[in-house]
């Protein structure tokens, strides 16, 4: 693995897909053993999660179902600000054992906003699990149950992770050369 150049930005190798590999098959293991004779229901949000969702779903041995969100934000009132909306979620989750699939935490804006409507729908349980962690950018603090790696406050792309569009066909994920 060398530098990569994503757009006008170069990029340095910092996880293989052996590192994400060997780290997923160790959740999908966790999760297999926390949900045995649940029957879950995965909610992955993408765009960014795609491939990290792929690639634990396939790892699970559980009977699980998995659904797949886009989050809209978009201007409410000047009273409640940026309004976070789920498209795409058909499914009921009162009662069920709920699993959001996040690509990345980052301030944890995104899912502080968006997690209460899905807690509201009143799912048994509710868990998080995420690829990666900043938490040096912790603005709303998140509990993640389930966690791929912490990393430093750095832009990240590949193993779906984008830069302005490109990178998440790159099989490992780089980091933003400063
Ligand atoms: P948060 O709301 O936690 O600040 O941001 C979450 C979203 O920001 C992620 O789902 C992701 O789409 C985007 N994001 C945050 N950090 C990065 C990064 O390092 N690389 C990429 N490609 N996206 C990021």
Same mark, same amino acid.
């Given at each position: 693995m060398s530098i990569i150049r994503v757009h006008d930005k170069q990029f340095e190798p910092y996880l293989t897909a052996n590192d994400i590999n060997s780290r997923i098959k160790a959740l999908a293991q966790q999760l297999d053993k926390d949900y045995a004779g649940k029957k879950p229901l995965f909610i992955a949000i993408l765009n960014g999660s795609f491939i990290f969702a792929a #690639?634990?779903?396939?790892?699970?041995?559980i009977d699980v179902e998995i659904c797949f969100i886009k989050l809209a934000s978009y201007k409410g009132t000047k009273s409640s600000g940026q309004v976070i909306t789920a498209?795409?979620?058909?499914? #009921?989750l009162f009662g069920r054992d709920v699993v959001i699939i996040e690509d990345i935490v980052d301030t944890g804006k995104t899912l502080s906003e968006f997690l209460p409507q899905l807690k509201h729908q009143q799912p048994a349980s509710m868990k998080i699990v995420a690829l990666l962690h900043k938490p040096e950018?912790?603005?709303f603090p998140i509990p993640i149950d389930y966690l791929g790696f912490s990393i430093p406050n750095k832009f990240v792309v590949g193993y779906g992770l984008d830069y302005d569009g490109l990178g998440r066909n790159i099989r490992e994920i780089y980091k933003l050369v400063e």
């Open positions: #690639d634990l779903f396939k790892e699970l041995s498209i795409g979620l058909d499914t #009921d950018a912790t603005v």
